[in-house]
């Protein structure tokens, strides 16, 4: 009995790509690897060239997505926050429950300087599994570095979507105030 092939090199990211575009929903590295009989380690250097190449694939929590442009009939809008770390599952909840996607958080780093994270949760089901993932590798928040201020960049179907979901951030007290 013969070993499955590998695939190779452009071939293999070109796999890849397809997958990833025709994808609705991310994709792991280790999914990949297994469909193109390599390693994790080989897809995350694949997703790297792919990146290098200008291909808008991102790296969630849940997985790989490539990301089209933005829908011209949504709004998206960046909002300041600020709260404890244990305040963060809340945080995402009241933001998807009110039909907004969070894209990703953003802190001020003195040294670094802008550092962006992707999270992409648009329902309870994924804040749920980030969490999860944040849990089970002990990782930090991005927040932690900057005592609890972050940026979010959101989006949703319109813009009162999104003064909706700001306005419940304001109501829980994790609205960074401007007039402070």
């Known amino acids: 009995m013969s070993e499955p092939t590998k695939i190779l090199g452009d071939e293999r990211r070109s796999y890849i790509l397809k997958r990833l575009r025709e994808s609705k929903e991310p994709i792991t590295g280790s999914e990949l690897a297994s469909e193109t009989n390599v390693s994790r380690q080989v897809i995350v250097g694949d997703i790297t060239l792919l990146k290098a190449r200008n291909e808008p694939i991102i790296a969630t929590s849940q997985g790989y997505l490539y990301m089209y442009s933005s829908n011209p009939a949504g709004a998206q809008r960046t909002i300041a926050c600020a ?23 953003k802190i ?64 829980a007290n994790f609205l960074v105030d401007n007039d402070k």
């Open 83 to 105: 709260h404890a770390p244990e305040e963060t599952e809340e945080e995402l909840n009241l933001l998807v429950d009110h039909g907004a996607t969070v894209m990703d958080v």
């Open 108 to 171: 001020e780093h003195p040294v670094y300087g802008d550092l962006t994270a992707s999270i992409m949760v648009s329902n309870r089901y994924e804040v749920k599994k980030f969490m999860e993932k944040i849990r089970s590798t002990n990782a930090a928040y991005l927040s932690e570095l900057t005592d609890g201020i972050h940026l979010h960049t959101l989006s949703a179907s319109s813009e009162r979507v999104l003064d909706e979901a700001e306005e419940a951030l304001r109501k």
